[in-house]
């Protein structure tokens, strides 16, 4: 039987769909997760997408909990810079406690830094983290809303 062709080979499987990036944002069309890392951005990103989403609370949360938190770190930086003022105007020893308070401002900046990026990555693995102090308020605020 040297006259008969080859079997040709079966076609390939189709390919698999790929990965599901999440739920989509409602309103933004944004996976979820990323919605909710950019929605982190202190302040700017907490406001746009608080006001974007209307659906999915856990961007909403996140945009709240960004609000807080910005307007936190504002503050912070202005009572720091009030007490850097205070600390550099004192007679004799401000040289001291000038340059002593920058080291202090710049680490509790640091520290407010860290905090962000620690709050995005939460956020865009998937997973509702409280920052301290400010994610109780911002659970009581969308709370408050939803009623």
Same mark, same amino acid.
């Given at each position: 039987?040297?006259?008969?062709?080859?079997?040709p080979?079966?076609?390939?499987?189709?390919?698999?769909?790929?990965?599901?990036?999440?739920?989509?944002?409602?309103?933004t069309?944004?996976p979820?997760?990323?919605?909710?890392?950019i929605?982190? =951005?202190?302040?700017?990103?907490?406001?746009?997408?608080? =006001?974007?989403e209307? *659906?999915?609370?856990?961007?909403?949360?996140?945009a709240m909990?960004?609000?807080?938190f910005?307007?936190g770190?504002?503050?912070? *930086?202005?009572?720091?810079? =009030?007490?850097?003022?205070?600390?550099? *105007?004192?007679?004799?020893?401000?040289?001291?406690?000038?340059?002593?308070?920058?080291?202090?401002?710049?680490? =509790?900046?640091?520290?407010?830094?860290?905090?962000?990026?620690?709050?995005?990555?939460?956020?865009?693995?998937?997973?509702?983290?409280?920052?301290?102090?400010?994610?109780?308020?911002?659970?009581?605020?969308?709370?408050?809303?939803?009623?």
């Amino acid at each position: 039987m040297p006259d008969q062709e080859p079997i040709p080979p079966p076609p390939p499987p189709p390919p698999s769909p790929g990965p599901e990036l999440g739920p989509k944002s409602t309103s933004t069309g944004l996976p979820s997760n990323m919605a909710a890392a950019i929605a982190c =951005i202190p302040l700017v990103g907490g406001i746009v997408f608080y =006001i974007l989403e209307k *659906h999915d609370s856990f961007v909403r949360f996140y945009a709240m909990q960004s609000i807080i938190f910005g307007v936190g770190w504002i503050l912070i *930086h202005i009572g720091c810079a =009030i007490v850097s003022g205070l600390f550099w *105007h004192i007679p004799g020893i401000g040289w001291f406690f000038g340059p002593l308070w920058g080291l202090v401002w710049w680490l =509790i900046n640091l520290a407010l830094f860290v905090l962000f990026v620690v709050t995005v990555v939460k956020a865009f693995t998937g997973v509702r983290w409280e920052v301290p102090y400010v994610g109780p308020i911002a659970r009581k605020q969308m709370e408050a809303g939803a009623a």
